[in-house]
């Protein structure tokens, strides 16, 4: 397996690992995880890596969760990603996932920055990076 792919799917672990602890429950949706997806030939069409949910936090809520969708993606160069390639990246997966979490995790942080961020492309400007990754509770 190439390294880069390793990295993919540790990141995506991690990912995984990090909503588990904080009381989400999480499915795989990714193509990667579905076997008919793996042996298909032609285009495809975006899937996120993991759908969550929890119980909403407010009291009349019985019954009701929160969900997310999340896209979990390691990048090496975090800062040239997002540079040239997040806004389209992003901008794509709006269009049918319009409250998509990308959380990027990298080896190699900038100064003062989490070994994993995330944004959300609802709330994502060109120009402006990712935020630690605190979910919430």
């Known amino acids: 397996m190439e390294l880069g ?6 990141a995506e672990a991690l990912v995984e690992s990090i909503f588990r602890q904080a009381g989400y429950t999480v499915s795989r949706l990714g193509r990667e995880s579905q076997v008919q997806r793996l042996v298909k030939i032609g285009a ?8 969550m949910w929890n119980p909403a936090d407010e009291p009349e809520a019985t019954g009701l ?3 997310l969708t999340v896209e ?7 800062g040239a990603f997002l540079r040239c390639d997040a806004e389209q990246r992003f901008s794509e997966a709006k269009v049918n996932w319009p409250d998509l979490y990308f959380v990027l995790v990298t080896d190699d942080p900038q100064e003062g920055c989490s070994c994993s961020q995330a944004t959300c492309v609802r709330d994502y400007a060109p120009g402006t990076g990712p935020h630690a990754l605190v979910p919430q509770t």
């Open 44 to 51: 495809d069409e975006f899937l996120p890596d993991f759908l």
């Open 72 to 78: 979990g993606k390691y990048r090496a160069n975090l």
């Open 65 to 67: 969760y929160r969900l």
């Open 5 to 10: 792919n390793l990295k993919g799917r540790i």
